[in-house]
């Protein structure tokens, strides 16, 4: 979230960005109206703690010198009451302000495109163009079905809709999207992370708005903690707390997890497929860096992101968010969406961010000069690949007329070099011999004697 003395300071910017957003500005005026009650209610805690701390020496001082002290011992007794009520309304009056500051999103970056939904989002990039076929096509899941390598009947029985059973060689092409992906972000010299798999309430409160995670998230029972919905917040938490020495920035991580997510009122989640689903595998890239760096580290994430895409040659666009579809934690993103021929639309399967200090705020995650001046970090991420999506854009995109799927170039080193998944099997044919018919000698004729 943003730091109080920073809106204060900043009052004008705040607004024009929640305007933009096309949010309520009585957010920012219940804030700062909080914060005001707040800080009157701090001034008279600090002037009873001093008072407590100066009677305190006032006591010991007269006690030594023989002087009457039950006049301060008066006062003295008086103030414990009087701290105790008002410490409990600043305690109350600060969870206030907290649940406030929440709701007050980050500022937006410059030239961002203004509008109130994703109707106004901006196209900056097409890559590719969509295969022209020469049949009708079929989605993944008629694919996936027929070949047997698609399972969602078994997987409604065991777990519930939104799951599935990848099997045989799409499992298999799976593990190989992985391995691509991790070979590809380790030659750009990230640092691979395997993070746990559970986050507590901190540090998914500090990732982005709670309550909006709340609907996506898995609760673990009893416990302030919830499975991941990506390991893009476990990355962030781990530097909880921590000041970076400034010539180790910018940090520059990817992580591989699996990732859970309810998806309460997603479009589709009660149907068959692999396009929303309760649980997927995902790489994801996240780097801290300075402000002045952030720009330059952004389109780093983006490319890292586009040429995993390219190099699988499916067809794409980038699209960056409007001020009304970007999400309170971000001052900037945009998504890449593939082509699918099935339902002739560009869908998403990346998310790139830029967070500004907003994260870092929460946590206290700050650099350090070599002068010894602190300040916070930025952060930003972006989906390397998330890969049951990407499973369903290579399905559909290189199915072939037979039902058969070309598996991409750079994935057949990963698959023991298999080049097409389901290729129908020759016929063996059978060549007819003729039989041959054995010439049986006719019997000598008897002479006549």
């Not at 100066?54 to 414990?80: C, R, V, W, Y």
């Not at 007050?104 to 109130?116: E, V």
């Not at 969406?337 to 869908?347: C, L, M």
Request: glycine share 6%.
């Amino acid at each position: 979230m943003l730091n109080p003395r920073f809106i204060k300071d900043n009052e004008k910017e705040v607004r024009n960005s929640i305007k933009k957003r096309d949010l309520d500005e009585k957010i920012l005026d219940s804030f700062l109206v909080s914060n005001k009650e707040y800080l009157k209610v701090k001034e008279k805690v600090d002037f009873l703690r001093h008072e407590r701390n100066t009677l305190s020496k006032q006591i010991n001082k007269a006690k030594k010198q023989g002087k009457d002290i039950k006049e301060l011992i008066h006062k003295a007794k008086k103030i414990p009451k009087d701290l105790e009520f008002l410490e409990t309304e600043l305690r109350t009056l600060n969870e206030k302000q907290k649940d406030l500051l929440k709701k007050i999103p980050n500022i937006l970056g410059k030239d961002i495109p203004i509008g109130k939904d994703e109707s106004k989002n901006k196209v900056i990039k097409k890559h590719g163009k969509p295969k022209k076929f020469s049949f009708k096509v079929k989605n993944h899941i008629e694919l996936g079905e027929k070949l047997d390598i698609l399972d969602f009947d078994s997987s409604s029985k065991t777990s519930g809709t939104g799951f599935y059973y990848l099997k045989g060689d799409l499992a298999l092409l799976n593990q190989a999207l992985i391995a691509f992906a991790i070979n590809h972000m380790s030659k750009k010299k990230y640092n691979y992370i395997e993070t746990p798999l559970v986050i507590n309430k901190k540090i998914a409160a500090a990732a982005g708005d709670l309550d909006a995670f709340k609907l996506a998230l898995y609760k673990i029972q009893d416990e302030d903690e919830y499975l991941i919905p990506t390991s893009e917040h476990t990355m962030l938490g781990m530097f909880s707390g921590k000041t970076i020495s400034e010539e180790k920035l910018p940090l520059k991580l990817f992580s591989y997890s699996m990732c859970f997510r309810k998806e309460i009122g997603s479009h589709g989640i009660n149907e068959k497929g692999l396009w929303r689903t309760h649980q997927f595998n995902k790489i994801e890239q996240f780097i801290f860096c300075k402000s002045r760096d952030s720009k330059k580290y952004y389109l780093e994430l983006r490319k890292n992101s586009e040429e995993i895409i390219k190099a699988l040659k499916l067809p794409y666009r980038i699209l960056e968010s409007c001020s009304g579809d970007l999400s309170t934690w971000k001052m900037k993103g945009e998504d890449i969406e593939i082509y699918r021929p099935t339902t002739k639309k560009y869908e998403e399967v990346s998310s790139l961010s830029n967070c500004g200090i907003y994260q870092s705020n929460d946590l206290g995650i700050k650099g350090i000069n070599k002068k010894g001046e602190r300040y916070l970090l930025y952060t930003l991420n972006n989906t390397v690949i998330a890969t049951s999506r990407i499973l369903v854009c290579i399905l559909e995109n290189y199915q072939q007329k037979d039902g058969s799927i070309k598996v991409p170039v750079c994935l057949q080193k990963y698959m023991n070099g298999l080049k097409v998944i389901g290729k129908p099997k020759k016929k063996k044919t059978v060549k007819k011999t003729k039989k041959k018919v054995k010439k049986t000698k006719k019997p000598k004729k008897k002479k006549k004697k």
